[in-house]
């Protein structure tokens, strides 16, 4: 059995103790009883919100997911996918019985994107997951040996590991600090590119910041003979603290990434976020825009809700 204290760090960077998991060893089936309960500092705290509005309300009740992970999928989104999973498990060193969405959210501990971090005991502060600007070349050429499958162990991999383990997504991307103090994730080409898909992300996100008012500001560089797609952190805030996220996949409580659409997010704003009259035109727009330009990447762990002062929005 494991025991998971949940921090939230709020956008002005204050963090606080929010609650706890229980989750018991995986059954034969694979399968992983859990329950989470908030703290009573969270609850009474004056800034407190739920974290997932449909499935964890602010109440002091024991909560079950009846999910085979063990965990609320709110905790699961803090997870990377593919290729950070992977570095994560590398970082880690977890054997593969212990490659679980428990043991995963406590390797990952403080340095997952968004605002919670999970910790088996006290809240450690962790180690910078960014790298330097400066060290992009040297990541750039570490994600492309991992990618090949070679077996190295040197700084260039101690680096990978420790800027490219948190960021979501299935393809090589890594977490990158400007001279300037500004956190961005580093979008890198991957070894079996047959066209330049960098090049043509930086394009669409171009074009969508003609036609999308919530578009991140975007840069695209050169590093040696190849480019990479740099995009501003969403889940920072101008604070200093961090967002809140959880994505349109947990709000619907979906078994699949593409089993619901556009209808049904459309419904996810009118009931949980607080400005509905400014994200239901802007996820029309989105919903056009990616039909234009024939996007099929658009499914619903791609949407994300975050949390800022007054509440939910897109």
Sequence with gaps: ???????????????????????????????????????????????????????????????????????FAVFEDSLPDDWGRRLLIRKAKLSRPRQTVPDLLIALGGTGMGALSYFEKDYNKPEAESASILELDTLLEAALKF????????????????????????????????????????KLPGVNDNYAVVQIEAAAMSLARKAISNVPETRLITVGSRHVLLVKRFDIADEGGRHHMISMQTLLKAKGWYNLGYRDMFEVLRKYSF?????????????????????????LKNFTMLHGRNGFYL
């Design 147 to 186: 990618e090949q499958g070679y077996e190295f162990e040197d700084e260039e991999m101690r680096a990978l590991l420790r800027a490219g383990s948190s960021p979501g997504g299935a393809r090589p991307k890594v977490l990158i600090e400007t001279k300037d103090a500004v956190q961005w994730v580093a």
């Design 1 to 71: 059995m494991k025991k998971i204290n949940t921090w939230l760090t709020f956008d002005d960077g204050r963090r606080i103790f929010c609650g706890e998991m229980i989750c018991r060893n995986p059954d034969d089936r694979g399968w992983i009883e859990g329950a989470f309960r908030h703290s009573p500092e969270y609850l009474e705290h004056h800034h407190a919100f739920p974290l997932d509005p449909v499935s964890l309300p602010l109440n002091p009740e024991i909560f079950e997911p009846n999910r085979s992970a063990g965990i």
């Design 275 to 299: 400005q509905p009259e400014v994200d239901i035109p802007a996820l029309f727009c989105q919903m056009v825009f990616n039909v234009l330009i024939g996007n099929t990447d658009d499914h």
